[in-house]
T-cell receptor, first 110, second 113 residues
Framework: TQLLEQSPQFLSIQEGENLTVYCNSS?????LQWYRQEPGEGPVLLVT?????EVKKLKRLTFQFGDARKDSSLHITAAQPGDTGLYLC??????????FGKGTMLLVSP | KAGVTQTPRYLIKTRGQQVTLSCSPI?????VSWYQQTPGQGLQFLFE???????NKGNFPGRFSGRQFSNSRSEMNVSTLELGDSALYLC????????????FGQGTRLTVV
């Protein structure tokens, strides 16, 4: 069984602080995705990483994929209240089957 | 372009009943996947349909079933409901090719009492 472990489970910070969320897999997936989910909504894709060692930036968000393609991290610089939400990593297998971590609930206070 | 539509948004059912949830994918998408989200287990994959055929299945009991129609719309059915089936059920549509983006609906919140 392929598992994805995310840490931390909860994160409560002040606006302007930096944070990092980690995602570790027990096995290798064809690619890894990060999603953000807001209350009452479905997850929305932020990024897909495919190549070991890959780094992708999306404004204040930086995503890294480990060399062995079994771990990933999401770093947010100068967090804002609008960043509040549930951050999920998901490993992609088959054509489009997603195995999700349990998520990191981020609360950014003004 | 219209997003993924799930109906109904909320549902309350009694133990032992059955329920059918519906998902209309984005136009042109032939793959529909279903996920169950609970606070304890997070998001778990139920099954995926592509061109009316089940292409992959997660580790859920046979009470959970689904189907896909020729217009790519999909339904999932849960029979003999249990309290533990209370969850947010999400469907995701995609083109169905490797590493293509999945778009999620808002989900159906099922409460079993």
């Amino acid at each position: 069984t392929q598992l994805l472990e995310q840490s931390p489970q909860f994160l409560s910070i002040q606006e302007g602080e930096n944070l990092t969320v980690y995602c570790n897999s027990s096995s290798v997936f064809s690619s890894l995705q990060w999603y953000r989910q807001e209350p009452g909504e479905g997850p929305v894709l932020l990024v897909t990483v495919v190549t070991g060692g890959e780094v992708k930036k999306l404004k204040r968000l930086t995503f890294q994929f480990g060399d062995a393609r079994k771990d990933s991290s999401l770093h947010i610089t100068a967090a804002q209240p609008g960043d509040t939400g549930l951050y999920l990593c998901a490993g992609v297998s088959g054509y489009s089957t997603l195995t999700f971590g349990k998520g990191t609930m981020l609360l950014v206070s003004p | 372009k219209a997003g993924v539509t799930q109906t109904p948004r909320y549902l309350i059912k009694t133990r032992g009943q059955q329920v059918t949830l519906s998902c209309s994918p984005i136009s042109g998408h032939r793959s529909v996947s279903w996920y169950q989200q609970t606070p304890g287990q997070g998001l778990q994959f139920l099954f995926e349909y592509f061109s009316e055929t089940q292409r992959n299945k997660g580790n859920f009991p046979g009470r959970f079933s689904g189907r896909q129609f020729s217009n790519s719309r999909s339904e999932m059915n849960v029979s003999t409901l249990e309290l533990g089936d209370s969850a947010l059920y999400l469907c995701a549509s995609s083109l169905g090719k490797a590493n293509t983006e999945a778009f999620f609906g808002q989900g159906t919140r099922l409460t079993v009492v």
